[in-house]
Each structure stands twice: as structure tokens, then as C-alpha cells.
């Protein structure tokens, strides 16, 4: 069976906070067509801290929700399959034409200008210890100019440097991406920072490259593709409290 699990996260949008909380885990056997969603611990804190509302599709917390298709709040999220432009679209993804819709949100991370909502999938462990993700680097609108020119002259392969920041302004606790001559080109998602930071703290086995680099008009979000590779000796990815489901 192909099991596979992707993780809801919710922005409290509110100008004092804008914090991230994961609320909600979506497990599927694409192959059997079987999908599972469960509201997480995150959740629950999100409403304690946040207020967050629970989702209308998804109206009662502590409920195990079932479906042999995808909930729509997930295929809404998805490029349609006969849209003219769905193969330049999963190009920017670095996606074959014939991936599916779990595929897919593993790497466009389910945005919409609409809400306060993005998906991202779970981190594995290989039994050696490793792990290998990708995401799109994000807060590159926030960085310098030289910063942002360094940016259009980034290549495929690209070597990059992952470093950890103790005092970013909005989160404390951040994790940096930047060049190999040193600017600081934008960060990692905040829903990655605990699981990296455990593995640059327990190895110095990790490294990042560019994978992609989508010009205008994708969208900002989708600008810069990245890789990162390392690995972890006791650490656990992904499984305090808050990605543990509430049922």
C-alpha cells in the first residue's frame, strides 16, 4: 500500500501574531483511494492561543473523517487536469505531467490567496537516519536588494547554505537560506524550523541546493526551489503534540 501523510498548517492572520500552527493531518493510500483526516493537537492550541475556527467541512474536533475520494478542501487546491497550462505548472514544481493530486501537494503547498491555509507532507526518517525535503523558499520579498538581485542569479544545482537564526524579529527561532557568497536570500518554511534545527544540532551531515527557478509570472511564493538533505541520530520528525491526532 502507498501510504502517504500531508499536514494542514493555519495562520493566525492577526498583525500581532501571524504565528503558524500545524491542525490537522490528512493520511491517504493513494493507490486504494482511501483518504483519512484528523484534527491534530495543533488545533486544539490554535484555539486555545488563536481562536481558530474549525473548518466547516471538518466541523467536529475529536472526529476521524473518512472518504474514498479527496476531501475537497484538498482538490480545490489542486491545478484541474485539463487546464492548458497544468504542464507548465508542474514543470515549476519539478513534477512529472501525469502527478497526482498527493504528489502535488507535497510541493505547491496548497496556498490560496483566500485563506490562511497550507499544506505541507511529513518528514521521513530512513532507517539509516536520513531525510531529503523540498520546499519553496519563503520571506524572499523581505531580504535586501543585493539580496533579491542574488536571487535572479541563482542556477539549478546551486549550492546553498542552511543557518540557524536566534533572534528573527518575528518568530525568535528561524532558519536562514543563504548563498555560498553569503547573502541571505530568505528562510525555510516555520513548520520545518524544529525538525532542522534537531538535525544541524545532532549531525553536521546536511547540505541544500537550488532545484528550480521559476521566473515571473509564477507566483513569488513558487519563486525558488529548494532541496535539503541531512540527517537525524535520536530525533523524531514531526511528532510532539501538535502534529499527534486529536483521535
Request: charged share 25%.
Given at each position: 500500500m502507498?501510504?502517504?501523510?500531508?499536514?494542514?498548517?493555519?495562520?493566525?492572520k492577526r498583525k500581532e501574531s501571524r504565528l503558524w500552527f500545524p491542525i490537522g493531518r490528512l493520511d491517504a493510500n493513494v493507490e486504494g483511494s482511501l483518504y483519512r483526516f484528523r484534527y491534530t493537537g495543533g488545533a486544539k492550541r490554535a484555539e486555545e492561543q488563536?481562536?481558530?475556527?474549525?473548518?466547516?467541512?471538518?466541523?467536529?474536533?475529536?472526529?476521524?473523517?473518512?472518504?474514498?475520494?479527496?476531501?475537497?478542501?484538498?482538490?480545490?487546491?489542486?491545478?484541474?487536469?485539463?487546464r492548458l497550462d497544468r504542464a507548465g505548472y508542474l514543470a515549476?514544481?519539478?513534477?512529472?505531467?501525469?502527478?497526482?493530486?498527493?504528489?502535488?501537494?507535497?510541493?505547491?503547498?496548497?496556498?490560496?490567496?483566500?485563506?490562511?491555509?497550507?499544506?505541507?507532507p511529513k518528514l521521513v526518517k530512513r532507517a539509516d537516519g536520513s531525510f531529503k525535503c523540498r520546499f519553496f523558499l519563503h520571506g524572499s520579498r523581505h531580504v535586501n536588494p543585493p539580496a533579491r538581485d542574488r536571487i535572479d542569479r541563482l542556477k539549478?544545482?546551486?549550492?546553498?547554505?542552511?543557518?540557524?537564526?536566534?533572534?528573527?524579529?518575528?518568530?525568535?527561532?528561524?532558519?536562514?537560506?543563504?548563498t555560498t557568497d553569503y547573502h541571505m536570500i530568505g528562510w525555510t518554511p516555520r513548520y520545518l524550523v524544529t525538525d532542522l534545527t534537531?538535525?544541524?544540532?545532532?549531525?553536521a551531515n546536511y547540505s541544500a541546493h537550488v532545484v528550480r527557478i521559476n521566473p515571473q509570472p509564477a507566483p513569488s511564493k513558487?519563486?525558488?526551489?529548494?532541496?535539503?538533505?541531512g540527517s537525524w541520530d535520536e530525533h523524531e520528525p514531526m511528532t510532539s503534540e501538535d502534529f499527534v491526532p486529536v483521535v
Amino acid at each position: 500500500m502507498s501510504e502517504k501523510t500531508l499536514f494542514l498548517a493555519w495562520q493566525d492572520k492577526r498583525k500581532e501574531s501571524r504565528l503558524w500552527f500545524p491542525i490537522g493531518r490528512l493520511d491517504a493510500n493513494v493507490e486504494g483511494s482511501l483518504y483519512r483526516f484528523r484534527y491534530t493537537g495543533g488545533a486544539k492550541r490554535a484555539e486555545e492561543q488563536a481562536g481558530f475556527p474549525l473548518l466547516v467541512e471538518f466541523p467536529e474536533l475529536e472526529q476521524d473523517y473518512q472518504s474514498s475520494e479527496l476531501f475537497p478542501l484538498f482538490r480545490n487546491r489542486v491545478i484541474a487536469p485539463g487546464r492548458l497550462d497544468r504542464a507548465g505548472y508542474l514543470a515549476n514544481l519539478d513534477l512529472p505531467e501525469d502527478a497526482n493530486p498527493f504528489e502535488i501537494l507535497s510541493v505547491n503547498g496548497g496556498t490560496r490567496v483566500t485563506d490562511a491555509y497550507e499544506v505541507f507532507p511529513k518528514l521521513v526518517k530512513r532507517a539509516d537516519g536520513s531525510f531529503k525535503c523540498r520546499f519553496f523558499l519563503h520571506g524572499s520579498r523581505h531580504v535586501n536588494p543585493p539580496a533579491r538581485d542574488r536571487i535572479d542569479r541563482l542556477k539549478p544545482r546551486e549550492k546553498l547554505y542552511i543557518t540557524l537564526e536566534l533572534t528573527n524579529p518575528a518568530t525568535t527561532l528561524a532558519v536562514q537560506v543563504q548563498t555560498t557568497d553569503y547573502h541571505m536570500i530568505g528562510w525555510t518554511p516555520r513548520y520545518l524550523v524544529t525538525d532542522l534545527t534537531a538535525a544541524m544540532a545532532e549531525t553536521a551531515n546536511y547540505s541544500a541546493h537550488v532545484v528550480r527557478i521559476n521566473p515571473q509570472p509564477a507566483p513569488s511564493k513558487q519563486r525558488v526551489l529548494v532541496e535539503m538533505r541531512g540527517s537525524w541520530d535520536e530525533h523524531e520528525p514531526m511528532t510532539s503534540e501538535d502534529f499527534v491526532p486529536v483521535v
